[in-house]
């Protein structure tokens, strides 16, 4: 599915309106007709290969949901509400109809299409596509990927995973997808030179064994590895990752080397332990977090401590990484020791002279002070390797001397000294030039300086070289966007699954519908034809005592049949069930009636049903799915009774603000607790003595969970069991 049910959900409730816009108007159909046509012939807002069969199919049952809270606050007749229902029933069965056929219309159209573009990834993507029979045998294998291994087409063929050529990984993950299971793994494949590449696997099982999709990954990981390699011996910068609840997942050496704790004694804890307690107590790490997811980045200075408790002065950068669907997944943190910078601004504070003694030796930052109007009038140590210039031959020149020509054209260094004076001071970053003409990622800050009487006397400047710094930060933004990507290729695969799964139980409502409704016909024949046959026979028959010991077995039989496929049928009817039979249901009354049907069972066993309803004697539900839920239960509860004493059956409700509980407790033969989890499968049954086609709880699990609801059980075995029938309420009683 492409759009999410969510998506799917919202689209439906905008069209909403225009539906009932198009009932009041009685064009409903026609003008449905109408939007399918605009659909297929890719003249809708919506492109036509955006929706498939399952999004379709998806939609008809949103469309009740949509239904259901419009229903919520229309206020009108009871008639004129089935009546309205009932139209928009009808309208939504026939949309849906009119979408599938429009569906495969265009499938049937595109097909051609479609083959072309298989041969055209198979021919110029690096991807390898593998069949195989169930014994594990290659039939086919092609595409590009066969390239990188010094294969064509259907080289492979005929080998078996269990040859020496196939590497261990890929032998147990293709058996686990022939055994029915969908596969994902990174495995190795030998090329012809003898070179071992790598690829990503996808395997899924088919009718025939299974099918592989093979991506050769080897040069990405070999980048991933290098990249990471790069992070771990950088020793400038401590450089780490975070979970999304703060504690520390990864370390490089830079970490080790600036905070003093090895990677085996770091990782798992909680980041907070480099800060001192007055900024625990102040929360302030978790405020740097919610900052961080809040913005995206999340950038400080302060004191920070070390393994050993000693001090220093960081400059912290805190990054939000986000997977594609914007949910939080973690945090980059990458710090720097400025205990030194922080010292030289202190020192700064005290006394100029000592500024410029202290300036001319600092070699990580180009200090330097500028005229009112620009021109230098200082140089240091620090700015001579920053920037290339000896202090004699930059000394006097403009400071617009390291921009860019696109710079000094929109006269931005003249911006730059407008903004200190103005403010006090500057701060940016950007490209600047070197002498010998290269460029660097730079941090300017820009103070105006001002004598006693506030008369602007010029400026200082502080340029530190950031280029390693950005060239880290778009690295991890680079593999951000891998990790998205990486991310979606997993929900995309998710949600094939989910989709063949939503198939599979079609399919099997499908067939239960079909199949009970095609062997009704053949089984009354054969009643019919038993009946012919006997008056035929007429008085041979009723003489012959083998004759009616076989005619009442056959009865017996035939009756057998016709139960499994009544309940057959009625299993199939579940999902169908229509809305507008939904009503309040007077559940005393229904056991009432319950307790008549099965009155020669009850007076037969010597049972005694005991109910206590005080808090929900009233439950919104379909009646026959209500009154099948309690038969089943009841009729269970005697059928499985204890040898040893009369069955007792309690039944209680109870209730609260948003859901109704149906208790049925008895003290019969009990459940085993391996048999728990299996008691509600089509056709189970644990107990030979007893006479049932195992569908009943199958049927009654159906309609509870079809309604919203849910099946507790517990039971000992030899003391009895309670069923706890969970039930949300409907809408006339939450507003009773």
Request: glycine share 6%.
């Amino acid at each position: 599915m492409q759009f999410s049910e969510e998506t799917l959900y919202a689209h439906t409730k905008r069209g909403f309106e225009d539906i009932l816009q198009d009932i009041i108007n009685d064009t409903p159909f026609q003008a449905l007709i109408e939007k399918i046509a605009l659909w297929k012939d890719g003249k809708s807002l919506i492109p036509r290969n955006t929706l498939s069969i399952s999004d379709i199919t998806s939609i008809h049952y949103i469309r009740k949901a949509v239904l259901l809270d419009f229903l919520k606050y229309y206020e009108c007749s009871k008639t004129e509400l089935i009546g309205l229902v009932k139209e928009i029933s009808d309208y939504f069965q026939t949309s849906t109809e009119l979408g599938l056929k429009a569906v495969e219309e265009i499938q049937t159209e595109e097909l051609g299409d479609k083959n072309e573009i298989i041969h055209g990834i198979l021919s110029s993507v690096p991807v390898i596509v593998t069949k195989l029979n169930k014994e594990g045998k290659i039939t086919y294998s092609a595409g590009k990927g066969l390239e990188s291994l010094g294969h064509k087409e259907n080289d492979l063929k005929n080998i078996s995973i269990h040859h020496d050529y196939i590497f261990p990984e890929n032998t147990e993950n293709i058996k686990n997808a022939l055994k029915g299971n969908s596969v994902t793994y990174l495995g190795r494949a030998k090329a012809v030179n003898g070179e071992i590449r790598e690829f990503q696997n996808y395997f899924i099982p088919d009718n025939n064994g299974a099918i592989g999709f093979s991506i050769d990954v080897t040069e990405r990981i070999e980048v991933e590895k290098r990249f990471q390699n790069f992070i771990d011996v950088v020793k400038d910068y401590a450089i780490f990752k975070l979970t999304p609840d703060g504690f520390i997942s990864s370390w490089n050496e830079g970490a080790e080397a600036l905070k003093g704790y090895e990677k085996n004694e770091i990782i798992g804890k909680h980041f907070s332990i480099f800060y001192e307690n007055d900024l625990k107590e102040k929360h302030f790490p978790e405020y740097e977090l919610e900052q961080a997811t809040l913005h995206g980045r999340f950038e400080t200075e302060g004191i920070r401590l070390r393994k050993d408790g000693s001090r220093f002065w960081a400059n912290v950068i805190i990054t939000a990484l986000f997977d594609e669907d914007k949910n939080l997944v973690g945090f980059t943190k990458i710090t720097r020791d400025l205990t030194e910078r922080k010292l030289a601004e202190e020192r700064l504070k005290r006394s100029e002279e000592r500024f410029r003694s202290l300036i001319e030796d600092v070699k990580d930052y180009a200090i330097f002070l500028l005229e009112p109007d620009g021109t230098i009038a200082s140089w240091n140590e620090g700015a001579k390797r920053i920037k290339g210039y000896n202090e004699d031959e930059i000394i006097g020149k403009h400071f617009s001397i390291f921009y860019t020509e696109e710079k000094k054209k929109q006269k931005y260094p003249e911006y730059e000294l407008v903004q200190a004076a103005k403010h006090g001071k500057f701060e940016d970053e950007g490209l600047r030039v070197r002498k010998d003409g290269s460029t660097f990622y730079a941090n300017v800050l820009i103070t105006a300086l001002h004598d006693t009487s506030g008369k602007l006397i010029g400026f200082s400047k502080i340029t530190r070289d950031l280029t390693e710094r950005k060239f880290l930060e778009e690295s991890l933004q680079s593999m951000n966007a891998d990790l998205e990507n990486m991310v979606k290729e997993r929900t995309d695969e998710l949600l094939k699954t989910i989709k063949e799964l939503q198939r599979i139980n079609n399919d099997l409502d499908n067939f239960i519908y079909t199949a009970s409704h095609d062997l009704k016909a053949p089984i009354s024949n054969i009643e019919g034809l038993i009946s012919s046959l006997f008056e035929e026979l007429g008085e041979i028959s009723s003489l012959n005592v083998d004759l009616r010991e076989i005619k009442t077995m056959i009865d017996v039989s035939v009756e057998k049949f016709q139960v499994t496929i009544k309940d057959l049928t009625e299993i199939a009817k579940i999902q169908k069930e229509s809305l507008e039979n939904v009503e309040l249901v007077g559940l005393s009354e229904l056991i009432d009636d319950v307790k008549i049907t099965i009155s020669d069972q009850i007076s037969r066993n010597n049972a005694e049903i005991i109910y206590h309803l005080d808090d929900c004697n009233e439950i919104k539900f379909v009646r026959k799915n209500l009154k099948s839920i309690i038969y089943n239960l009841i009729s269970n509860s005697i059928k499985y009774r204890s040898p040893e004493r009369n069955p007792i059956v309690k039944i209680m409700c109870s209730s609260d603000e948003y859901f109704n509980t149906i208790i049925c407790q008895d003290n019969g033969l009990g459940i085993k607790a391996e048999n728990i989890d299996k008691i509600f499968n089509m056709f189970k049954r644990f107990h030979d003595h007893v006479e049932g086609s195992g569908v009943g709880l199958y049927i009654v699990k159906r309609i509870i969970e079809n309604a919203g609801g849910r099946i507790d059980v517990e039971s000992v075995e030899g003391e009895g069991s309670i069923f706890k029938v969970i039930l949300p309420k409907g809408e006339l009683e939450l507003h009773s």
